[in-house]
């Protein structure tokens, strides 16, 4: 468990063989081992496996035993280095509720597309329902089951109209209709000469900038309040977009609720990529090392960018990129919280107000699209297509 926010972060089961039924060899087993890919710390599974084999060796028991998929190099390797010996055993497993996935067969190199596709395709396999991909460098694959199919690219389908698409694609149309419809928007501005767009900025004291259309994070600047970050901010969402939006920061949770049907089903609070210092590391080594974490854990969806705004952000917290972080320091480096950029979600289904559910209904129903997803960047909502 962190001790600082309470979370759980990783499990670790094991039986006494001894206790169990009185092992002669007096040994004890690792059943399980999960550690939460979006934990902030580095190194939980091996400190978890170093504190169950001090406690069973504590408890006198001679060995410790374990079984790992024979493909799963990572693991073996980990084991190897804790001093753990692979010997030829063969293990058959009954397929039951937890290893089910086991035995729904392997997806090809070839096949695996990104991980908003791979869900779909994960579940769908499992309850039988047939995969074809079709183009695995752009995600496009169909879902089959008895006479009806449907094409998919990542977790759009074909069902969803271009004009519904095209009414997300714009966020400046996307806030036309949300208004239009009663739903609160944030203040929104077009970029255009520099003295107009400090007037807006004078307004509302701190902004947030980005390209119109665009998506995943790309161009965006979150919390700018200087005349110098405005001009940047501007330049770096023209490399994604000539059409540039100035927006009013709304201070509060990044949330995205998930909509089917016009009925919410899920929701989850992103939050930006931070570190935590040790003492001994850089702010930039920290970053690349969480970095490297969240790549894995998301099969190279997500990455931290060392840019100018990582750049900006450690800089307004009163660092620089070469500074050492205290122990125990915990430092936002990104403002945003898109997964793209190294932003982590963490589900709030069961704790969503009543009036945010009325509110992402009402705005799916004004978009009319099928699966709509209500983002909230830097406060603001918006609907977006689940692309």
Not at 64 to 88: R, T
Request: charged share 25%; glycine share 6%.
């Amino acid at each position: 468990m962190d001790d600082e926010t309470g979370d759980i972060v990783a499990v670790c089961i094991g039986v006494d063989h001894k206790k169990a039924f009185d092992d002669p060899e007096n040994g004890a087993s690792l059943w399980a081992l999960a550690v939460d890919p979006q934990a902030r710390h580095p190194g939980i599974g091996l400190q978890m496996v170093q504190n169950f084999s001090e406690f069973y060796k504590n408890e006198g028991r001679s060995f410790i035993d374990l079984s790992v998929m024979h493909s799963n190099e990572e693991a073996i390797n980990l084991y190897k280095k804790l001093g753990f010996v692979q010997v030829p055993v063969f293990c058959i497993k009954n397929k039951n509720a937890i290893n089910e996935n086991l035995f729904t067969g392997p997806t090809k190199p070839e096949d695996r597309l990104n991980p908003y596709a791979m869900i779909i395709i994960d579940e769908a396999r499992r309850r039988g329902i047939r995969v074809d991909v079709l183009d695995p460098v752009d995600n496009y694959f169909k879902l089959s089951s008895g006479g009806t199919s449907v094409i998919c690219r990542e977790s759009l389908t074909e069902w969803t109209s271009s004009i519904a698409m095209s009414r997300c694609s714009d966020k400046t149309t996307t806030t036309r209709l949300l208004k239009k419809a009663g739903l609160r928007v944030a203040d929104q501005h077009l970029a255009s000469k520099p003295s107009t767009n400090q007037i807006f900025l004078k307004k509302h004291g701190a902004i947030v900038v980005k390209p119109a259309i665009g998506e995943q994070g790309a161009g965006i600047t979150v919390d700018v309040t200087t005349i110098n970050e405005l001009e940047t901010a501007v330049n770096y969402a023209r490399q994604v977009s000539d059409k540039v939006l100035l927006e009013q920061m709304v201070r509060g949770q990044d949330l995205r609720i998930i909509v089917i049907n016009y009925e919410v089903v899920a929701a989850a609070i992103r939050k930006p990529p931070s570190v935590i210092g040790d003492g001994q590391h850089t702010i930039l080594q920290l970053v690349k090392k969480q970095s490297r974490r969240r790549e894995k854990a998301t099969q190279g969806e997500s990455k931290i960018p060392v840019d100018e705004e990582l750049r900006r952000t450690v800089h307004n917290a009163g660092y620089v990129l070469d500074d050492v972080l205290p122990n125990g320091q915990e430092l936002q480096v990104r403002k945003a919280a898109n997964l793209h950029v190294g932003g982590t979600i963490h589900d709030v289904t069961n704790d969503l107000h009543p009036e945010l559910i009325k509110a992402a209904e009402n705005a799916a129903r004004a978009l009319d699209i099928p699966v709509p997803q209500q983002v909230e960047d830097g406060g603001r909502k918006r609907i977006i297509s689940p692309v």
